[in-house]
């Protein structure tokens, strides 16, 4: 009984409302975060394996460039001397 009398006070059910609004305040934050998410879910899912793609084609070209800047190197040092 006594409890029911200290739920239905009116400091009581002020608690409660504030309570309730900060949860809405809370949702309404977290659903603000939704369009965040799906740009961080299309950033993971579609584009970083394209440029990972991208990436992993340029690097198998590295070893032969590297080998020509190689060869131009020695080639202009044995031109110079």
């Known amino acids: 009984m006594q409890d029911r009398m200290q739920k239905a006070s009116p400091e009581f059910i002020a ?35 394209t440029l990972e793609g991208r990436i992993k084609k340029e690097e198998g070209v590295y070893p032969a460039i590297v080998r020509k800047a190689e060869e131009v190197s020695l080639l202009l040092t044995s031109v110079l001397k």
């Open 15 to 49: 608690a409660e409302k504030e309570e309730v609004l900060l949860w809405e305040a809370e949702v309404e934050r977290f659903q603000s975060l939704r369009p965040v998410e799906a740009a961080r879910d299309q950033i993971r899912l579609e584009e970083l394996p």
